[in-house]
Nanobody, 122 residues
Framework: QVQLVESGGGLVQAGASLRLSCVAS????????VGWFRQAPGKEREFVAH????????YYANSVKGRFTISRDNAKSTVYLQMNSLKPEDTANYYC???????????????WGQGTPVTVSS
């Protein structure tokens, strides 16, 4: 089992930045690909970004490419999501995820965090 706990969400104005953190405990964090997903009110959960075990490959949704950056610190068992130039449409609950498989561009999550809310006002 891997337990994931997100933090760093909040209320910001459009154009601001936030950094989300996700701390993992349990099984070896460094053995898992990691990613971020989000779910806006009334919408389905959608992929945001992922990073491979080695950290040398990342993949982003088109909607966040160039604005968001995913990173990981295996020594701290932590994955981050740096979000810049935030837009109102980025408003959602953000979920950290971990899994052992990436098929094509898609991370296949096995473990999920509880989510952290991000609200961007216009």
């Amino acid at each position: 089992q891997v337990q994931l706990v997100e933090s760093g969400g909040g209320l910001v104005q459009a154009g601001a930045s936030l950094r989300l953190s996700c701390v993992a405990s349990g099984r070896t964090f460094s053995a898992y690909h990691v990613g971020w997903f989000r779910q806006a009110p009334g919408k389905e959960r959608e992929f945001v970004a992922h990073m491979t075990v080695s950290g040398d490959t990342t993949y982003y949704a088109n909607s966040v490419k160039g604005r968001f950056t995913i990173s990981r610190d295996n020594a701290k068992s932590t994955v981050y999501l740096q979000m810049n130039s935030l837009k109102p449409e980025d408003t959602a609950n953000y979920y950290c995820a971990a899994g052992q498989y990436i098929i094509g561009p898609a991370l296949i999550p096995v473990y999920w965090g509880q989510g952290t809310p991000v609200t961007v006002s216009s």
